[in-house]
C-alpha cells in the first residue's frame, strides 16, 4: 500500500522526456530520456510508487487528440515495466491556461487525483520532480518537497530565480533518485543543488 512517504510525482515532458516549444505532438515526437526510464526503475525496484502529472494543453490547443497522449503514455508504461519498474499513475490535464480548470498546473487537482486514486489520506511528504515553477507551486500546494531539474525547461526556470526557495535543484532525474536511494533516512534536503 502507498505511503504519501513513499511517493514520487513527476512532471512529464522535460524530466521523463524531451520537451519541444513546438508541443511533443506524435509518438515519433516522444524521446523518453533513458536515464529517466532506468530512474523510474530503480525507484520502483526500491520500493517507491511512482505517478506522472502531466499539463498537456496540446490536446487543447489541437495539436493532439487523447488518443496520441495515451499511445504516448502507453509507450512509457511499456519502457519502465521493460526496465522492471512500474508507474502507478498518469494523471493529464487536457486544458488550456484560459480553461480555468482546477487541475492544470500550477493547481493541484492532478495531485488530488492521484492521492485518491492511491487511497491516501494526504500528499505531506512526497517528493514532486518538475522542470518549471508550476510543477513546484503544484507540489508545494499538497505538502510535497519540490525537486527542479535541469532539463527541459529546468535552466531556464532556474535563471527565472523566481519561487524556488524551497526548491532542491538537482542535474536531472536521475541524479536526484541516485541521492534519494542513497539517502533512505533523510527525508528532505536541505536546498541540495548541483549548482
Request: charged share 20%.
Amino acid at each position: 500500500m502507498a505511503t504519501s512517504q513513499g511517493l514520487v510525482i513527476l512532471d512529464r515532458d522535460g524530466v521523463i522526456n524531451q520537451d519541444s516549444d513546438n508541443y511533443v505532438k506524435s509518438l515519433s515526437e516522444w524521446h523518453p530520456y533513458p536515464s529517466a526510464i532506468d530512474a523510474i526503475a530503480r525507484l520502483t525496484k526500491a520500493g517507491w510508487v511512482v505517478a506522472v502529472a502531466t499539463n498537456q494543453s496540446g490536446i487543447a490547443r489541437g495539436y493532439l487528440d487523447v488518443t496520441v497522449l495515451e499511445s504516448m503514455h502507453r509507450d512509457l508504461i511499456r519502457r519502465v515495466e521493460a526496465a522492471g519498474g512500474k508507474i502507478a499513475m498518469i494523471a493529464s490535464c487536457p486544458h488550456g491556461p484560459d480553461d480555468h480548470c482546477s487541475c492544470r498546473k500550477p493547481f493541484p487537482g492532478m495531485f488530488l487525483d492521484i492521492r485518491d486514486a492511491l487511497g491516501l489520506d494526504t500528499l505531506q511528504g512526497s517528493w514532486m520532480v518538475g522542470d518549471s515553477l508550476r510543477d513546484l507551486q503544484a507540489g508545494e500546494a499538497v505538502g510535497c518537497y519540490t525537486v527542479l531539474v535541469r532539463t527541459g525547461k529546468g535552466e531556464k526556470t532556474l535563471a527565472a530565480g523566481k519561487g524556488l526557495e524551497d526548491a532542491n535543484v538537482f542535474e536531472d532525474l536521475a541524479a536526484f533518485v541516485s541521492w534519494l536511494l542513497n539517502n533512505p533516512s533523510q527525508n528532505y534536503p536541505e536546498n541540495h543543488s548541483l549548482q
